[in-house]
């Protein structure tokens, strides 16, 4: 089993769809939850991060974090056609020195006009 | 501020051929990373680095060799070029200490090994 897993689509939506993209893990030791959004060609970057359990909102898009289920999720509202973009699940424990990154694949989301 | 940056964009090896893969940054980051990503399989950390003259193994560090000399500088190496190294090479670096601190990314080497 990996330690992190996520469906890698590709998912297609209309313009101002509501968006949900999940990943499931393994580790009860990881802390900090993280999405990362990678445009073709590109380099990821981070666009929420969530401590233990909970919701995160900002603007348009909620973290949510289940831990008692080793599930999180992050949804897009009124998603926009540059919402397009590989999204990428990360997880982090602290290990001898310092965070521990895991990554998901990636789920790949279209958003048409 | 340039963030990470990451030299070449792209490479053609023969296999067999060694070469060296440039990452730099310049926000004084004592973490640095280097990552794989390959279609279906995520990140993969190959090697990181915790400061100036400390460097460690990842998850697949068969086949690279890192060094690190500057704060600012984290090359990877690739000894004897393979076709399992094809990929998307990604250099990160992050802050020290504290709770969460954020991994910033470079925008990725191609590398394709005939």
């Known amino acids: 089993q990996k330690e992190v897993e996520q469906d890698p689509g590709p998912l297609s939506v209309p313009e101002g769809a509501i968006v949900s993209l999940n990943c499931t893990y393994s580790?009860?030791?990881?802390?900090?939850f993280m999405w990362y959004r990678q445009y073709s060609r590109k380099g990821p970057e981070l666009l929420m991060y969530?401590?233990?359990?909970g919701n995160k909102e900002d603007g348009r898009f909620t973290a949510q974090v289940d831990k008692s289920s080793k599930y999180i999720s992050l949804f897009i509202r009124d998603s926009q056609p540059s919402d397009s973009a590989t999204y990428l699940c990360?997880?982090?424990?602290?290990?001898?020195?310092?965070?521990?990154?895991?990554f998901g694949p990636g789920t790949r989301l279209s958003v048409l006009p | 501020n340039a963030g990470v940056t990451q030299t070449p964009k792209f490479q053609v090896l023969k296999t067999g051929q060694s070469m060296t893969l440039q990452c730099a940054q310049d926000?004084?980051?004592?973490?640095m990373s280097w990552y794989r990503q390959d279609p279906g399989m995520g990140l993969r950390l190959i090697h990181y680095?915790?400061?100036?003259?400390?460097?460690d193994q990842g998850e697949v560090p068969n086949g690279y060799n890192v060094s690190r000399s500057t704060t600012e500088d984290f090359p990877l190496r690739l000894l004897s070029a393979a076709p399992s190294q094809t990929s998307v090479y990604f250099c990160?670096?992050?802050?020290?200490?504290?709770?969460?601190?954020?991994?910033?990314f470079g925008p990725g080497t191609r590398l394709t090994v005939l």
């Open positions: 926000m004084n980051h004592e973490y």
């Open positions: 990160a670096s992050r802050a020290r200490g504290g709770s969460y601190n954020e991994q910033f």
């Open positions: 990360a997880m982090s424990a602290y290990n001898n020195y310092g965070q521990n990154f895991v």
């Open positions: 680095s915790v400061g100036a003259g400390i460097t």
């Open positions: 580790n009860s030791a990881f802390q900090y």
């Open positions: 969530t401590y233990s359990s």
